[in-house]
């Protein structure tokens, strides 16, 4: 039994589940789900397989949540063992999806197994919410399954995602948010002309250039006690035909504000279009795109469970924060559910020779299974 959370990893990473492809992940998870009394259900959006399970009820409900999709391995020559062959060395779990998170959600599964057997008359309800969609676009994964448990009147309490969380030891950190994400596509047009005759022409990259370098001397706001100042950044830029004595006449720039609860997209746009007047751009040229709204749970009985279980299974005091992008707990917070992430170290995610320690899979097990006995028992 104290195998069995890495064997199930193991298992999982050795499915080729590139998003947003599931590999079986979730027909597998569905049916030692169903064993331990789950009720499931296999919900395909689009391309994407999503999974709801749900054992109990009635009662508050504790949500396990999760991705079987992983990113491509890239070269494969970068790899010191095969990235889907889920090979443990020298202590290592090491494959694709070793941390992201395929060995947080065999953690999930066992858990919940080990709970149904010790607690079969429970209160409350617990469940998993799975999709293979974290890793792409997002749109037929966890935020299609959010509006089907809505159309059905079901309401997550708590919820528990096994992104990678860890800095430094397991359960060291604890993600009780995220900062939101917009996204600006700006296309401005000028007149194309020659350089030597800059009164026949309109140069569209010389506005726009002022337009960026305004934004990014903006003091947007100060943060809070959980989330850093909203931040703007530049990531694209295009301008001019290659020749150097042509105006442009038309150039384009995307960027991004990673931002806290004090700012919204509605508050981020204003200032933008009131500043693309001052520059002589229309507001209209710019596309916008929102990501995900911020987040955070700020205190609760989720908090106070798993700060108590980390406390007691792994020795240590855990630290809450909102560093780092965005998750899919931005479509479960908005229903009033209380979300934290907790998942094994993230210092090698997205990287070839992805790992994690393999001990820390059993390790994440009994605190996941901890947190629910403390919630649900």
């Known amino acids: 039994m104290a195998d069995a959370p890495l064997e199930l990893a193991r298992t999982l990473i050795r499915r080729e589940s590139v998003t947003p492809a599931d590999g079986g992940c979730q027909k597998l998870i569905g049916e030692r789900l169903a064993a331990a009394g789950f009720a499931i259900e296999h919900l ?39 990235p889907f062959d889920a090979a443990v060395e020298h202590g290592w779990l090491i494959g694709r999806g070793a941390a992201d998170m395929k060995s947080s959600v065999a953690a999930m599964v066992c858990a919940a197994e080990r709970f149904r057997s010790r607690y079969p008359a429970h209160s409350g309800r617990l469940a998993f919410l799975l999709t293979s969609d974290e890793e792409g676009p997002a749109v037929d994964g966890t935020r299609a399954v959010m509006e089907w448990l809505g159309e059905r009147d079901i309401a997550i309490d708590y919820c528990l995602v096994g992104e990678p969380s860890s800095s430094e030891a397991l359960g060291d950190t604890v993600k009780n948010g995220r900062r939101g994400s917009l996204n600006g596509h ?41 989330f850093p100042p909203t931040s703007f950044q530049v990531s694209n830029l295009d301008a001019g035909t290659g020749a150097e004595n042509v105006i442009p006449g038309v150039a384009e720039a995307r960027f991004n504000w990673r931002f806290n609860p004090r700012q919204n997209q509605d508050s981020i746009r204003a200032h933008v279009e009131q500043r693309c007047v001052a520059h002589g751009i229309d507001p209209e040229s710019i596309q916008w795109r929102l990501s995900g709204a ?33 998750s899919d707990g931005r479509f479960i917070a908005p229903t ?42």
């Open 294 to 326: 911020p987040f955070i749970t700020r205190e609760g009985a989720l908090i106070e469970a798993t700060r108590a279980a980390i406390r007691s299974q792994a020795g240590i005091e855990t630290q809450l924060s909102t560093a780092g992008g965005t």
């Open 186 to 226: 700006a296309r401005v047009r000028g007149r194309q002309g020659h350089v030597a005759y800059p009164q026949k022409a309109d140069n569209a990259l010389h506005r726009l250039l002022a337009l960026l370098a305004d934004l990014a001397s903006h003091h947007w706001d100060d943060g809070d006690e959980f």
């Open 44 to 82: 395909r959006f689009g391309e994407v397989d999503n999974l709801w399970a749900v054992a109990g009820d009635s009662g508050p409900l504790l949500c396990f949540a999760g991705h079987t999709d992983v990113v491509p391995p890239g070269p494969l020559e970068d790899w010191s063992q095969a």
């Open 336 to 377: 009033g559910a209380q979300v934290l992430e907790l998942g094994p170290l993230n210092d090698t995610i997205h990287q070839a020779n992805e790992r994690i320690a393999a001990e820390d899979v059993a390790r994440l097990s009994r605190i996941y299974e901890d947190i629910v006995a403390r919630i649900l028992s």
